[in-house]
């Protein structure tokens, strides 16, 4: 009874701390401290045993969240005292085959988990960290990283064993004496006894270190090379491992102004696009043979290729032709079948026009072409991974493998017999299969997917022969869906549009009834209607259906004054039924609409849900088809929703902020004001691992460039411009913004602004600053669009 009472006040505690409603939006209201909302639950983990779901979740209002717990039993949420989370075993590891026992990290060592006692047995304690580990083929001991090199430990009696000997400098050679040399050391041997004798000495000693030497790992000089994804094969013939040669290229410098220490200090920031890259080469072991090969890729089909933008510059072209030389590539760590007998790598092109599906023969390093995925825009899409093997991939038995491919124009499940070379797509249609994970049986696949509208997310289930999916979760919104270990229950973390994300628990069957676990939202945040945006599309230029969520004020301002907000990071999905990660946003759209303007928020030509044309739509030109949405987004407003055409502002963060830079410069007629947050405004100056996807490189690819920076365009500016910028944004560095600011003023616009925040990352962190931030903003609009 005490237990109960104990979880009721748990519950109502923040709806006691935040007692009042709260009343008409403000700036200040919204844009404080998130926890006034309610804290939703996040970080859903089950036990090994499956009877156990352990979340963070902070209902009471507290500094930082704590661990809950509900049980298959009881699904009421109960706090996790302190003792109890320490002694909780990690809840990443790998399962033996049984499933009854469970290797894992934690504080640096390992330690065996027994699934059906809940007990666990330590099985190192060292100073270095233990990292990597299995068990082996037999289970009878289990494999793992210390340091830089391999280790076998026993379960039967404890015996470990080094299995690599990586070093770190060079053997020098024996050296071997000249003529010279030669003839002064017989001369001695002639002349001295003492001489012979030392040298019969030394020659026996020499045979009796013979005698006793141990056989040790052979040693493997890596310089100054960095190691990954060292592992042994199933049937411990094999030992791979990646060695990373790191490019020396420049960094930038943030300084940062607001240091504890009184002093301005520097921050070590990131490189530029098409700064020189490092490089991987991936190796085999062969154990038996003491010996080291070089998985070779010189072979691969399509090695040579050269994209097709280089035709846009004919010398260039006739350069590189002359040259006929191998693509860098980045070979993943090898992927081996429970018996060891077969293996598959993904193998990236560095300038990520190729991915390649290769069967490993590790006696000879050669690869064999099980799938190639060519872009000439770039290769990307849920579940396609990058460089380093990553993505939704492996195998269902020892002769076929899974992956996911955007082959069809969506990211869908593909089976491979490794044998017959086989292919078959399981999954097909214009939606994307966006997380993906194989039952514990090999019969099925679970996934999560936008089938039945891009914006809407559901879990199903699908035999991995094809046929008919099963849908198993039945809200309309976003669905995040944790299967239990034993695979019988779901922990579901749910929202709507209007309403933040909440732990739900059901059954593992299609129908099954949903268990609401959660109250997250404070009364103050519940006191307040917030609206249900309106999904609506429009045709662009290009003929393409773009996707966007409506806010319509129920008393429009005289003015007819609208906003439209552009989402960050390009390859994002805003546009959508659950509740979204632009929440502040969210909440200022609500009072934008709640002020007399009409607010619309677009998944512009690049977001992501929406396949691969859409998702590539912008190569080599940032700001064309992504602006263009932005206008014929405009014009629906005018033409649909009597927006008057004057009076049409736009703001957004990050490549938000980019678009509105683009819009104002290139736009002026259709946009009257904007607002651009920690803004790309010349992407030469960004990271090379986004950047050069899109654009390629500066120095090969120019005109992409010349077409996609704002700095190009600044001369357009007519309307009203707020820029804000984090001073130690180490993502798009404040050196960006200072250098459009230099630009405006050589071009003597006056009508512009910039606000710096000098303690803001790229993400901003401070209540203080978001309520400046966005009170800036709206006086903005005010001032602009409603006179």
């Given at each position: 009874?005490?237990?109960?009472?104990?979880?009721?006040?748990?519950?109502?505690?923040?709806?006691?701390?935040?007692?009042?409603?709260?009343?008409?939006?403000?700036?200040?209201?919204?844009?404080?401290?998130?926890?006034?909302?309610?804290?939703?639950?996040?970080?859903?983990?089950?036990?090994?045993?499956?009877?156990?779901?352990?979340?963070?979740?902070?209902?009471?209002?507290?500094?930082?969240?704590?661990?809950?717990?509900?049980?298959?039993?009881?699904?009421?949420?109960?706090?996790?005292?302190?003792?109890?989370?320490?002694?909780?075993?990690?809840?990443?590891?790998?399962?033996?085959?049984?499933?009854?026992?469970?290797?894992?990290?934690?504080?640096?060592?390992?330690?065996?988990?027994?699934?059906?006692?809940?007990?666990?047995?330590?099985?190192?304690?060292?100073?270095?960290?233990?990292?990597?580990?299995?068990?082996?083929?037999?289970?009878?001991?289990?494999?793992?990283?210390?340091?830089?090199?391999?280790?076998?430990?026993?379960?039967?009696?404890?015996?470990?064993?080094?299995?690599?000997?990586?070093?770190?400098?060079?053997?020098?050679?024996?050296?071997?004496?000249?003529?010279?040399?030669?003839?002064?050391?017989?001369?001695?041997?002639?002349?001295?006894?003492?001489?012979?004798?030392?040298?019969?000495?030394?020659?026996?000693?020499?045979?009796?270190?013979?005698?006793?030497?141990?056989?040790?790992?052979?040693?493997?000089?890596?310089?100054?090379?960095?190691?990954?994804?060292?592992?042994?094969?199933?049937?411990?013939?094999?030992?791979?491992?990646?060695?990373?040669?790191?490019?020396?290229?420049?960094?930038?410098?943030?300084?940062?102004?607001?240091?504890?220490?009184?002093?301005?200090?520097?921050?070590?920031?990131?490189?530029?696009?098409?700064?020189?890259?490092?490089?991987?080469?991936?190796f085999i072991y062969q154990i038996d043979k003491d010996s080291t090969i070089s998985i070779k890729t010189n072979d691969i089909l399509g090695i040579k290729d050269l994209p097709d933008y280089v035709k846009d510059y004919p010398k260039q072209l006739a350069e590189r032709q002359k040259k006929n030389e191998d693509r860098t590539v980045s070979v993943g760590i090898p992927i081996w079948n429970k018996s060891g007998t077969k293996a598959f790598v993904t193998v990236s092109a560095q300038d990520n026009?190729?991915?390649?599906?290769?069967?490993?023969?590790?006696?000879?390093?050669?690869?064999?072409?099980?799938?190639?995925?060519?872009?000439?825009?770039?290769?990307?899409?849920?579940?396609?991974?990058?460089?380093?093997?990553?993505?939704?991939?492996?195998?269902?038995?020892?002769?076929?493998?899974?992956?996911?491919?955007?082959?069809?124009?969506y990211s869908h499940l593909y089976t491979l017999n490794i044998i017959t070379k086989q292919k078959k797509q399981i999954t097909s249609g214009n939606w994307e299969v966006q997380s993906l994970q194989l039952s514990n049986d090999a019969k099925s696949f679970y996934y999560t997917a936008n089938t039945e509208h891009p914006g809407i997310t559901h879990f199903y289930k699908i035999s991995v022969s094809g046929g008919t999916a099963t849908k198993i979760t039945s809200m309309k919104g976003g669905n995040e869906a944790s299967l239990s270990p034993d695979e019988k229950f779901i922990a579901l973390r749910y929202s709507y549009s209007n309403k933040p994300w909440e732990l739900y628990f059901q059954s593992n069957s299609a129908g099954a009834k949903t268990t609401q676990i959660t109250k997250s939202t404070s009364k103050e945040f519940d006191s307040y209607a917030w609206r249900e945006p309106e999904m609506v599309t429009f045709t662009n230029k290009t003929g393409t259906t773009v996707y966007a969520r409506l806010y319509q004020a129920k008393n429009a301002d005289a003015?007819?004054?609208?906003?439209?907000?552009?989402?960050?990071a390009g390859y994002l999905q805003n546009v959508h039924y659950r509740w979204s990660t632009y929440f502040r946003e969210y909440m200022f759209h609500n009072l934008l609409a709640d002020n007399g303007y009409t607010v619309l928020d677009i998944d512009y030509t690049g977001s992501s849900g929406y396949g691969r044309d859409f998702r590539t739509g912008i190569y080599r030109h940032m700001g064309g088809k992504d602006l263009s949405d932005q206008v014929d987004g405009a014009k629906m407003l005018v033409d649909k929703y009597g927006v008057n055409p004057k009076h049409i502002g736009l703001y957004g963060g990050s490549y938000g902020g980019f678009i509105t830079l683009m819009a104002l410069f290139n736009e002026p007629e259709v946009f009257a004001a904007g607002a651009a947050l920690r803004s790309v405004t010349d992407w030469a100056h960004y990271n090379h691992g986004y950047t050069a996807n899109i654009l390629n490189e500066p120095f090969n690819d120019p005109k992409s460039y010349e077409l996609s920076s704002p700095i190009n365009f600044a001369t357009g500016l007519k309307g009203k411009l707020l820029m804000a910028h984090g001073m130690v944004d180490v993502n798009v560095h404040f050196q960006d913004i200072v250098r459009l600011s230099q630009k405006l003023i050589e071009l003597k616009k006056e009508n512009w602004e910039l606000a710096v925040y000098p303690v803001e990352d790229h993400g901003f962190e401070e209540p203080t600053s978001w309520r400046d931030e966005y009170s800036r903003i709206y006086k903005l609009f005010e001032e602009s669009l409603k006179k």
């Open positions: 009874m005490k237990k109960i009472v104990l979880i009721a006040l748990l519950l109502s505690g923040i709806a006691n701390v935040n007692a009042q409603e709260l009343g008409k939006l403000t700036v200040d209201k919204i844009m404080r401290d998130p926890i006034w909302m309610g804290v939703s639950p996040s970080n859903i983990q089950w036990s090994e045993d499956s009877k156990t779901v352990y979340f963070q979740w902070n209902p009471t209002g507290a500094s930082k969240d704590s661990w809950y717990f509900i049980t298959t039993k009881n699904l009421q949420p109960q706090k996790l005292s302190k003792e109890a989370e320490i002694a909780l075993p990690s809840f990443r590891g790998t399962l033996n085959k049984a499933r009854t026992k469970k290797l894992y990290e934690k504080n640096g060592d390992l330690f065996i988990l027994d699934i059906k006692t809940g007990t666990s047995k330590q099985i190192t304690n060292t100073l270095d960290r233990e990292a990597g580990a299995d068990f082996t083929a037999n289970e009878t001991a289990v494999v793992y990283q210390r340091g830089e090199n391999l280790y076998q430990q026993s379960l039967v009696d404890g015996e470990l064993i080094q299995l690599t000997n990586f070093v770190r400098t060079r053997k020098r050679p024996d050296a071997k004496l000249n003529s010279q040399e030669t003839w002064l050391k017989e001369q001695q041997l002639d002349l001295f006894d003492i001489v012979k004798k030392e040298d019969q000495i030394a020659k026996e000693n020499k045979i009796e270190a013979k005698f006793r030497e141990v056989k040790r790992p052979k040693e493997i000089s890596v310089d100054d090379k960095a190691i990954s994804g060292i592992q042994l094969s199933p049937d411990g013939k094999y030992i791979t491992y990646r060695l990373l040669k790191r490019a020396e290229a420049k960094n930038t410098v943030i300084p940062d102004f607001i240091d504890a220490s009184g002093f301005t200090t520097d921050i070590a920031g990131r490189t530029k696009v098409g700064a020189p890259l490092s490089t991987t080469e991936t026009k190729d991915r390649w599906l290769m069967e490993l023969n590790p006696q000879t390093g050669a690869l064999t072409l099980l799938d190639r995925q060519r872009d000439e825009a770039w290769i990307g899409g849920p579940g396609i991974g990058g460089g380093f093997g990553g993505g939704s991939l492996g195998w269902i038995d020892d002769e076929t493998l899974y992956f996911q491919s955007e082959a069809s124009g003015a007819k004054p609208a906003v439209i907000f552009v989402h960050g």
